[in-house]
């Protein structure tokens, strides 16, 4: 199943940049969602000889999770919170890709010596990891709007999320699990705090929130 | 041993209840009682440890949760010397706070004031028997915090605030040092004192780290910009301990490292002579120009600092160069003068307290002509201001006396290269007694002779009693160590040896040392016989004073006025002018400014005459480089935008500079 996991980790890049690429909130979430269906065949398709019940179970609980409840809360957050629909980034969205291009170079230089420690499932999944968890920051570091940098930790998460199956030995479900629960309860609080952030100001620009910092 | 540490217990409960009792004037009583008591305690055991020889010596050791740390306690020769300095200072200071905060009662905290006073000595008594690092570290800490919220006491006062905050800024400086310091001396992994040993090639660093560290608290120029801040800003008794004791912490704490860091290197010996010469002179020269007689006093601190380190240098010096009469006469006379100028200052701010409390003002020209309101303030003060100076009978001219004996050893004996390190001594001794003889003139004839120079000191009334007795006992011990110099020197001894023996020299009944400790024998009596003689003398002329006036009316009449009807007090020299002639020759260095509008014409108007001490030190060096730490932290500033994204970008770029550097690209 190697062929696959090149497949899917080269969906992961091409995800990665249109998420930079894209002006529009609603194709950010749908991004996310995507990458979160990929990521939650990647086990899958590991163990494919020695499928078992749990392990499905297990596979279709993340991707339930990442690709259908938390997109949809954040679509609901987008809706209710009104404003316009575009991400509003800091940098222009054609230096955002290349500033991209940038970081997979630089995942790729950081996993030289990763990919020794690594199991050699396939060669691209630890840069891929790197540069998933990279984007991710650059989306919180890049753009104004509260609910992006909610997108931009999810990124990151996913970003995790392959580096743990690439390099846990066992049971690398379980150890996923448990950060999944972090970013469920993580992206409730802050879709709390956001609603609320909204509801005294007015607007979720966190630009516009720098006079608290005193 | 268990007596020291019952001290400590009092002292702390003490200060506790004190706190409870609030603003009662309960609080008052009790914390100046458990003071009293509690210093008693630890002077009776420290004074046994050092008269009982080794076998009076203790050592005290329980396990703290702290790694590294323990609750090590201990007494030898040199800690038992300080803990008497400490205790007694102490006890006399807290039976004239009581009464100098008495008009307080009610009004202020007290109880928060007695806390700290007492914490102030249970952390100094710690220091000096501490036995390890850490332990050390913490009760060097709780010194400075605790003295730092006393300076704070009247922060209602103008300028006590900020005199507050450069005695802490001061006080951590110095801290840091000696964290580094006992840092590379625990190198091994233990932070027992006995464990403690400079590495290879590192005794030179740890001596320049200590001499920073405890320099900054014991006062040396050019570290001795919070002396003259906070020192006038405490309550006087608080003022008296600091000065007298708490500064000589950092003597104790440079003495104890020089042991445990043994043979010392020459260069040693001419850093700290240089430093003692600069900070004895500098620090005269600037009491001199001083308007505040705390402020005067306290730069007289730094001076006596200075001879101190003069003798603790030649001492040094001896030990390096294996000329062990020298050494011995070096620390003998260094040892001998803490104690005393912990005697002498603490009665010469005691005495700068009541004037303050009875004329309302510590400006020199406000005052003048207390003598006859204050007689025993002005006695004892006079006796005080005459031991500071160096004068004979008293106790100030014996430990000089000896750091000149040995330095005139030394030059006699033209013992190679350290004949001018001694040269040095004799040259600095002489010009600091000179200039101190000449300031304290000033500071004793415009506050107490002549005629008041304002309303409130012509109001001023005497102190109550208990705060006249601590001056008397303090007087007394002044002419007492003065007249019983041949038996305080032998007590002394063992201390004197027991750090000369740390510093590699042999200190056996037959070897050179003795000589040292010889001469002191042959010397001494003359000059108890000869202060006995000049008592006498004294005592002779008032008594044939009193017989030639007794039965005869005397009454105040004009002095020769020139024949101008009208004399005003305001006819009288002044401090400032006093001084004036002195410091135009030292002018370029101490940085006086003058403004001077001479009398002009035949019938000259108006003439005046301003002059204004500032410390050139904080001028010059200290605010210029505080300026541009507060610069370099507003520009630091910017990082913190207020923007999310910018903080999480800096994260994001340390995490990645983490991750290149350990993944070893």
């Given at each position: 199943m190697e062929p696959w996991l090149d497949v899917i980790a080269v969906l992961l890049i091409l995800a990665n940049l249109r998420l930079l690429g894209t002006s529009r909130l609603s194709v950010c979430i749908q991004t996310v969602a995507a990458q979160a269906l990929l990521l939650g065949a990647v086990p899958l398709?590991?163990?494919?000889?020695?499928?078992?019940?749990?392990?499905?179970?297990?596979?279709?609980?993340?991707?339930?999770?990442?690709?259908?409840?938390?997109?949809?809360?954040?679509?609901?957050?987008a809706r209710e919170l009104g404003g316009t629909r575009e991400v509003e980034p800091f940098i222009g969205l054609t230096l955002s890709l290349l500033v991209g291009m940038g970081l997979f170079g630089v995942s790729l230089f950081l996993a030289g010596p990763l990919k020794r420690a690594g199991q050699g499932h396939s060669g691209l999944l630890i840069p891929v990891a790197l540069f998933t968890i990279m984007v991710g920051l650059l989306v919180i570091i890049s753009r104004k709007k509260a609910i992006t940098q909610v997108v931009g930790y999810l990124v990151m998460e996913n970003g995790i999320y392959v580096f743990g199956v690439a390099f846990a030995v066992q049971e690398p479900l379980l150890v996923e699990m448990g950060v999944l629960l972090d970013v469920l309860a993580a992206v409730f609080v802050m879709g709390l705090t956001i609603y609320h952030i909204s509801r005294e100001f007015d607007h979720i620009d966190t630009d516009r929130l720098s006079t608290l910092k005193d | 041993m268990s007596l020291y540490v019952a001290g400590l217990i009092v002292l702390l409960v003490g200060g506790a209840a004190a706190l409870v009792a609030g603003r009662r004037p309960l609080a008052n009583t009790l914390g100046a009682l458990t003071a009293v008591a509690?210093?008693?305690?630890?002077?009776?055991?420290?004074?046994?440890?050092?008269?009982?020889?080794?076998?009076?010596?203790?050592?005290?050791?329980?396990?703290?949760?702290?790694?590294?740390?323990?609750?090590?306690?201990?007494?030898?020769?040199?800690?038992?010397?300080?803990?008497?300095c400490i205790s007694l200072i102490s006890v006399l200071a807290a039976i004239y706070g009581r009464t100098y905060l008495a008009d307080q009662q009610g009004r202020r905290h007290l109880g928060a004031s007695w806390l700290f006073y007492n914490v102030l000595l249970a952390s100094m008594l710690g220091v000096v028997a501490s036995r390890n690092a850490l332990l050390f570290l913490v009760a060097w800490e709780l010194m400075s915090l605790s003295s730092f919220l006393l300076v704070m006491f009247d922060d209602k006062q103008p300028g006590v605030v900020s005199a507050g905050w450069t005695y802490l800024v001061a006080a951590h400086l110095g801290?840091?040092?000696?964290?580094?310091?006992?840092?590379?001396?625990?190198?091994?992994?233990?932070?027992?004192?006995?464990?403690?040993?400079?590495?290879?090639?590192?005794?030179?660093?740890?001596?320049?780290?200590?001499?920073?560290?405890?320099?900054?608290?014991?006062?040396?120029?050019?570290?001795?910009v919070w002396l003259?801040?906070?020192?006038?800003?405490?309550?006087?008794?608080?003022?008296?301990?600091?000065?007298?004791?708490?500064?000589?912490?950092?003597?104790?704490?440079?003495?104890?490292?020089?042991?445990l860091l043994g043979t010392p290197a020459i260069w040693w010996g001419y850093v700290l002579i240089g430093l003692g010469a600069i900070s004895g002179v500098l620090g005269v020269l600037f009491a001199l120009a001083q308007h505040d007689l705390k402020r005067l006093?306290?730069?007289?601190?730094?001076?006596?600092?200075?001879?101190?380190?003069?003798?603790?240098?030649?001492?040094?010096?001896?030990?390096?160069?294996?000329?062990?009469?020298?050494?011995?006469?070096?620390?003998?006379?260094?040892?001998?003068?803490?104690?005393?100028?912990?005697?002498?200052?603490?009665?010469?701010?005691?005495?700068?307290?009541?004037?303050?409390?009875?004329?309302?003002?510590?400006?020199?020209?406000?005052?003048?002509?207390?003598?006859?309101?204050?007689?025993?303030?002005?006695?004892?003060?006079?006796?005080?201001?005459?031991?500071?100076?160096?004068?004979?009978?008293?106790?100030?001219?014996?430990?000089?006396?000896?750091?000149?004996?040995?330095?005139?050893?030394?030059?006699?004996?033209?013992?190679?290269?350290?004949?001018?390190?001694?040269?040095?001594?004799?040259?600095?001794?002489?010009?600091?007694?000179?200039?101190?003889?000449?300031?304290?003139?000033?500071?004793?004839?415009?506050?107490?002779?002549?005629?008041?120079?304002?309303?409130?000191?012509?109001?001023?009334?005497?102190?109550?009693?208990?705060?006249?007795?601590?001056?008397?006992?303090?007087?007394?011990?002044?002419?007492?160590?003065?007249?019983?110099?041949?038996?305080?020197?032998?007590?002394?001894?063992?201390?004197?040896?027991?750090?000369?023996?740390?510093l590699g020299l042999s200190v056996e009944s037959d070897s050179p040392a003795n000589e040292g400790m010889a001469l002191v024998r042959r010397v001494l009596p003359y000059i108890s016989l000869v202060a006995g003689a000049l008592l006498v003398m004294i005592g002779g002329a008032g008594l044939l004073r009193w017989r030639l006036l007794r039965g005869r009316a005397v009454e105040p009449g004009l002095t020769w006025d020139c024949g101008y009807a009208a004399p005003t007090p305001r006819m009288q020299y002044t401090a400032s002018s006093f001084a004036d002639p002195i410091l135009k020759v030292f002018r370029r260095l101490i940085r006086q400014q003058r403004q001077v509008h001479p009398p002009e014409g035949l019938l000259p108007a108006e003439a005046s005459l301003h002059t204004?001490?500032?410390?050139?030190?904080?001028?010059?060096?200290?605010?210029?480089?505080?300026?541009?730490?507060?610069?370099?932290?507003?520009?630091?500033?910017?990082?913190?935008?207020?923007?999310?994204?910018?903080?999480?970008?800096?994260?994001?770029?340390?995490?990645l500079v983490l991750l290149v550097w350990k993944l070893g690209l």
């Open positions: 398709l590991m163990h494919a000889d020695e499928l078992s019940a749990r392990l499905i179970a297990i596979a279709a609980v993340y991707t339930v999770i990442k690709a259908i409840v938390l997109p949809w809360l954040l679509r609901r957050a | 509690g210093g008693l305690l630890t002077l009776v055991s420290s004074a046994a440890t050092l008269a009982g020889g080794a076998g009076a010596q203790w050592d005290l050791m329980r396990p703290w949760a702290m790694p590294g740390g323990s609750l090590h306690l201990g007494m030898d020769e040199l800690s038992a010397f300080f803990a008497i801290t840091a040092f000696l964290l580094v310091l006992f840092l590379l001396l625990g190198s091994s992994g233990s932070l027992e004192f006995s464990d403690l040993a400079a590495g290879p090639n590192l005794a030179g660093v740890c001596f320049v780290l200590a001499l920073i560290g405890f320099g900054t608290k014991a006062g040396l120029v050019p570290l001795h003259p801040e906070a020192h006038p800003a405490a309550p006087s008794h608080v003022s008296a301990v600091m000065s007298g004791v708490m500064i000589k912490t950092g003597i104790y704490g440079l003495l104890r490292i020089l042991m006093l306290a730069y007289h601190s730094v001076e006596n600092i200075g001879i101190i380190v003069l003798g603790l240098g030649l001492g040094v010096l001896g030990a390096a160069t294996n000329q062990p009469a020298m050494a011995v006469l070096g620390f003998a006379g260094g040892l001998l003068h803490v104690f005393n100028h912990a005697i002498f200052k603490s009665l010469l701010f005691l005495g700068a307290g009541s004037v303050a409390h009875a004329a309302g003002t510590r400006d020199l020209e406000s005052l003048g002509g207390l003598l006859k309101r204050m007689p025993t303030t002005g006695a004892t003060f006079l006796i005080g201001s005459a031991a500071i100076a160096g004068l004979p009978p008293l106790n100030g001219f014996v430990s000089e006396l000896l750091i000149y004996l040995g330095a005139f050893g030394s030059a006699a004996a033209r013992a190679g290269v350290t004949v001018y390190g001694a040269v040095a001594v004799i040259l600095a001794l002489g010009l600091i007694g000179g200039l101190a003889l000449a300031c304290f003139a000033k500071a004793f004839g415009i506050v107490f002779l002549g005629e008041p120079r304002t309303a409130a000191a012509a109001g001023a009334h005497e102190s109550p009693a208990a705060m006249r007795w601590p001056m008397v006992v303090l007087a007394g011990l002044c002419i007492a160590i003065g007249l019983g110099c041949p038996l305080v020197a032998e007590a002394l001894r063992p201390t004197v040896y027991a750090v000369a023996g740390a204004h001490a500032q410390d050139p030190f904080t001028e010059g060096g200290y605010r210029p480089a505080f300026l541009a730490v507060m610069w370099l932290s507003g520009q630091v500033r910017r990082l913190q935008g207020g923007r999310n994204q910018v903080y999480v970008l800096y994260i994001a770029l340390a995490l």
